[in-house]
T-cell receptor, first 115, second 113 residues
């Protein structure tokens, strides 16, 4: 079974600075998807960014980018120019290709953004 | 504005009560999901429905009973719950069961006394 590990329960960043959230995973599959989800106080999980394992290029969405290291099974999220609205729980997730969309989540990292 | 709406937002119930959680999606999706989110634990997938048929049931106790009357609505019927069932219950939908992009609701925070 796949596992996803987020070793940083909490992180803090100053507004306008850059922060990196860590995620590692364990799998024997060669093809899969990786995701970062954001859960603000409203509780709604929002997809931030996704990466397909067969693509070597790191995914980027505006201020959010990932560092995908397939051999190391590492998938970190970098947030540039941090904003107060970035404060939330961030969850890393893994999905195997298959007939049912089944995400395996990490335990999350709580990000605080300070002035 | 979310395309997935969950009600109620909060629910407190006793162990002998029967209650239901409701989820409605306005996105035209064909797959819907129930997840359980407990403090300091990863989200746990409970049920998956595709075109109103249950395609996955992750060893969930029978005191949780899902119902999917159509592709837009999903219910989770609760009866004789235990205090350890207290958690945030999240509903999600996707275009179909093979699509990895999930859209989540804001959840129902359940407390079992």
């Amino acid at each position: 079974a796949q596992t996803v590990t987020q070793s940083q329960p909490e992180m803090s960043v100053q507004e306008a600075e850059t922060v990196t959230l860590s995620c590692t995973y364990d799998t024997s599959e060669s093809d899969y998807y990786l995701f970062w989800y954001k859960q603000p106080p409203s509780r709604q999980m929002i997809l931030v960014i996704r990466q397909e394992a067969y693509k070597q290029q790191n995914a980027t969405e505006n201020r959010f980018s990932v560092n995908f290291q397939k051999a190391a099974k590492s998938f970190s999220l970098k947030i540039s120019d941090s904003q107060l609205g970035d404060a939330a729980m961030y969850f890393c997730a893994y999905r195997s290709p298959g007939t049912a969309s089944k995400l395996t989540f990490g335990t999350g990292t709580r990000l605080q953004v300070t002035l | 504005e979310t395309g997935v709406t969950q009600t109620p937002r909060h629910l407190v119930m006793g162990m002998t009560n029967k209650k239901s959680l409701k989820c409605e999606q306005h996105l035209g999706h064909n797959a819907m999901y129930w997840y359980k989110q407990s403090a300091k634990k990863p989200l746990e997938l409970m049920f998956v429905y595709s075109l109103e048929e249950r395609v996955e049931n992750n060893s969930v106790p029978s005191r949780f009973s899902p119902e999917c009357p159509n592709s837009s609505h999903l219910f989770l019927h609760l009866h004789t719950l235990q205090p350890e069932d207290s958690a945030l219950y999240l509903c999600a939908s996707s275009q179909d069961a093979t699509n990895e992009k999930l859209f989540f609701g804001s959840g129902t925070q359940l407390s079992v006394l």
